[in-house]
């Protein structure tokens, strides 16, 4: 029982070591690619070998086909890819995902590399200056805690060859014929979407089959299974997304399935190419494991990883010719509600989501915010010319459209508030700050819309009307100001775009000047022979002081763009 709970423990933390390692190994690289990493999956699609091709580097860079599935789940869902370029990309990232199979096939000793990553990780992050610098060690410390559970698993798994009852287990694992083969692949299916690593379950594989526990072709057999397994993440991204999501997650999955189907049956064919491929995969050395000496298969790692990279890349083969006819089927197995609109709700706050992604999931929030307004205030200026006597349309909206941006701005804040939470670099860090202060200022402006409408109806209730003298003045006011908005709104989806904040801030100051020009003029508007004149003239000093601050809010969205500083800038939110 001693030795069971040894066996155990050891290979569980081990596994625990190793899946850390790879959050840690994939959240640095992410860090250190910046934007970078985004822009150039964004844009390398052009051609479906292009997009192929930018799968396995991005993958290799990460380190990780589950990240690369989930930012490629919110590009569909943003529409920044279609979802023929995005499934180019995913071919790409399931070749390129088997690096991490190579890398520990060729481990030469992994407790070695992994206590030298840990010691030259430790260095950078914690005694060296500088955000790369930081963001790197942290790789380098992922890299160290997936050698070392890899050396913990080999470990804890050593014991279980001289128990008699517990090899049992294993060597009962056989691939002797299909349905074997079938039963071996769905086991793996079943442990990689618990895990969500298929990298972790074909290093369980390497070690067992380096201990002689499992047979080589059980090893491959495994492969089938965690293809397959290794899609879950990108449906628990896809959760409760918009139909675009859910498309891409199951073109993942229903490509990894179908090709895991087909290529089952020249299984015999993969087992015998990786065995001629490394003529000694099946040579027995004598290695210490523990203090010990353990019988162990040392070059079985690399057929392992070789057909592994076959298996990707024939699977890639089947469906590159049909990328369109394959997506054609997949967009009728899941249609598109009309009038859908993309919601952050398409990237889960608890999925694996690349911070870099969730700014851009915000951002589309954002332009919905932004246009929003620009009908709000096409509406309040209906109320304020009297259209909305006959129309109570107008009013409608702007109660239902206001209170639709609260909740917006909630999401949005809820959304970014959990990915700050996460290590970042500091211009994704600065970005996603913008973006809170963006939604702010875009929320603020729809309670204005909604206080002119209040502001309106109450002097109505009080038998009240806006002259015709103030009417002119309000709608000028109106006017004015929702043309300095007009020319601020598309800043805000335009990041490439340039803009002189100055002469932004000069035109906001000559407005200003000009509110509380008309601000004076109401007041004198107040007089004897007009006795009820003040409880008008208050409620209109109310309309125009809701533009000022429409005014002031547009000019902050300005300078946040800008990043506070002035002169001919860019957009960047």
Request: charged residues 20%; proline residues 3%.
């Amino acid at each position: 029982m001693k030795e069971f709970f040894y066996v155990v423990l050891t290979v569980l933390g081990g596994l625990g070591a190793f899946l850390l390692g790879m959050k840690h190994l994939s959240e640095g690289l992410q860090a250190a690619a910046g934007g970078g990493l985004r822009k150039f999956m964004a844009q390398a699609t052009s051609h479906r070998i292009v997009g192929v091709g930018s799968g396995v580097v991005s993958t290799m860079i990460v380190q990780s086909s589950s990240i690369i599935t989930v930012m490629l789940v919110g590009f569909v869902s943003t529409a920044l890819m279609t979802l023929p370029q995005a499934f180019a990309v995913l071919i790409g990232a399931n070749i390129g995902t088997t690096a991490t199979v190579w890398i520990i096939a060729y481990a030469p000793d992994p407790q070695m590399l992994g206590l030298v990553a840990l010691g030259l990780g430790g260095v950078m992050y914690f005694f060296l200056r500088g955000e790369r610098v930081h963001h790197l060690g942290l790789t380098v410390i992922g890299l160290g805690l997936v050698f070392l559970g890899l050396y913990f698993m080999a470990k804890g798994v050593a014991p279980i060859k001289a128990n008699p009852d517990f090899s049992a287990v294993f060597t009962r694992m056989s691939a002797d014929s299909m349905l074997g083969v079938a039963a071996i692949a769905l086991a793996s299916m079943v442990l990689t979407a618990v895990i969500q690593s298929s990298a972790a379950t074909v290093a369980i594989a390497m070690a067992l089959a380096q201990q002689g526990l499992i047979a080589y072709e059980v090893a491959i057999a495994a492969l089938f299974g965690a293809n397959v397994g290794t899609t879950a993440t990108g449906w628990i991204a896809a959760i409760g997304g918009n139909a675009a999501a859910k498309r891409t997650a199951l073109a993942h999955t229903l490509s990894n399935l179908l090709g895991s189907a087909v290529l089952i049956w020249f299984f015999p064919l993969f087992v015998k190419t990786g065995q001629a491929l490394f003529p000694n995969w099946n040579a027995a050395e004598t290695i210490q494991v523990g203090g010990r000496d353990v019988q162990a298969f040392v070059h079985i790692m690399a057929p392992i990883a070789v057909t592994d990279t076959l298996f990707a890349i024939c699977r890639g083969i089947i469906f590159f010719p049909f990328v369109r006819q394959f997506c054609r089927l997949v967009e009728r197995l899941v249609r598109q509600p009309e009038n859908e609109k993309p919601h952050l709700s398409t990237l889960k706050i608890g999925a694996k989501i690349s911070p870099v992604l969730a700014c851009d999931q915000a951002l589309l929030e954002i332009d919905f915010m932004k246009q929003s307004n620009l009908e709000l205030l096409d509406c309040a200026r209906k109320v304020l010319s009297g259209a909305t006597e006959n129309d109570k349309g107008p009013e409608r909206h702007i109660v239902h459209r206001e209170d639709i941006l609260d909740n917006v701005q909630r999401e949005v804040t809820e959304f970014l508030g959990s990915m700050m939470s996460k290590r970042l670099s500091w211009d994704v860090a600065e970005r996603a700050r913008r973006l809170l202060r963006l939604t702010d200022e875009l929320e603020s402006v729809s309670d204005e819309c909604a206080t002119v409408l209040k502001v309106v109806k109450r002097l109505h209730r009080q038998r009240e009307r806006i002259s015709d003298v103030s009417a002119a003045v309000l709608l000028d006011v109106h006017d004015r100001v929702t043309a300095f908005a007009a020319d601020i709104t598309p800043l805000i989806r335009s990041p490439r775009a340039p803009f002189d904040l100055e002469a932004l801030q000069r035109r906001s100051s000559e407005l200003h000047e000009f509110i509380r020009e008309c601000r004076r003029g109401q007041l004198g508007r107040i007089g004897p022979e007009d006795p009820g004149s003040s409880i008008r003239v208050l409620g209109e000093l109310d309309i125009i002081n809701a533009y000022e601050r429409i005014r002031a809010y547009y000019l902050n969205c300005a300078e946040t763009l800008a990043g506070g500083k002035s002169g001919a800038l860019k957009a960047a939110p």
